[in-house]
């Protein structure tokens, strides 16, 4: 059975509004307050399978709603690929002898314009459900079904009634690899720039490192994804990190579990502002990003 979601690595209008910073700031209908700190859930940060690196999930829940994303390799080439979801957080959910806080999002993936190049919309594809149930700040079950999805080669590879179902249990990631206090400021979470709604960066900074992937796209429009861990402590305001690109990995819930290989593809620098935003310099570009409010 192949699988098409996963990955993080450890080296690290209406309803339709909610499609959040991977749609235009029209269809979103961003609410963006730069001053105002965002409390940073318990249930939020990165998540991955024990044992299983190059597989993670990217969480930030906000009020009652979370926005999620996970790292992937296409099942046909196993090269980097992410895919989004939105949607509610239910609490205090009976199940069995205890109560769960429960996800539920629409999953999505996305074709947009190459880094690097010039800006041009993205657009999102329904590509499954998903759910995650929180047992506790650092247990949870993930569930994802795929509907619809296609592949590293432009070929479609599955319909509606073609669903498939992946599983797969998942710990916090930043507290196995660095242990130690969450940063206290506003800087966990979802990062982006509004002149490029699209791509967005996820961020945990925690025991004194930082973690970050860059949600983006190649050459051929399909979503791309880098990774960069840096020393910074709550003192710091920049890190400079070398942007990782991973391959050869398998998706979580896969039957079968490949190790992906990292390669350097450049670096990139952090410089938190003053005023809560914050500027990403890369290859002779500055980004200048603010947290998403969703």
Not at 58 to 75: K, L
Not at 114 to 122: E, S
Request: glycine content about 10%; charged content about 20%; overall charge negative.
């Amino acid at each position: 059975m192949k699988s098409y979601a996963g990955g993080m690595v450890r080296d690290m209008k209406t309803r339709d509004r909610v499609l959040l910073f991977f749609l235009s700031l029209v269809v979103v209908g961003i609410l963006f307050t730069p001053n105002q700190a965002l409390s940073f859930d318990g249930k939020s940060g990165w998540w991955y399978t024990k044992g299983k690196d190059g597989t993670g999930v990217s969480v930030e829940i906000q009020g009652n709603n979370a926005f999620v994303a996970m790292f992937t390799y296409y099942d046909d080439s196993r090269l980097p690929f992410w895919i989004t979801a939105y949607g509610p957080v239910e609490t205090s959910v009976q199940d069995r002898q205890s109560q769960e806080d429960v996800f539920t999002g629409t999953l999505y993936y996305w074709t947009g314009w190459p880094l690097g190049t010039a800006y041009d919309a993205p657009r999102s594809y329904r590509m499954g459900t998903m759910t995650i149930v929180f047992h506790s700040s650092d247990d949870a079950d993930l569930t994802y079904t795929v509907e619809g999805f296609t592949s590293a080669q432009g070929g479609k590879k599955k319909k509606e009634k073609d669903q498939q179902v992946f599983k797969e249990h998942l710990t916090k990631f930043m507290q196995d690899a660095s242990p130690g206090a969450l940063d206290p400021r506003d800087i966990n979470g979802w990062w982006y720039d509004s002149n490029y709604n699209g791509m967005g960066f996820f961020m945990e900074a925690r025991g004194g490192t930082v973690f970050m992937t860059w949600y983006h796209y190649r050459s051929d429009k399909l979503p791309w994804w880098w990774t960069c861990s840096a020393d910074m402590d709550s003192s710091d305001n920049h890190f400079s990190c070398d942007l990782m690109e991973w391959q050869g990995g398998s998706s979580i819930g896969a039957s079968e579990y490949h190790r992906p290989t990292a390669s350097a593809v450049g670096s990139a620098s952090f410089t938190l502002n003053i005023d809560g935003t914050a500027n990403l310099d890369w290859s002779g570009n500055t980004f200048h990003l603010q947290r998403f409010r969703f």
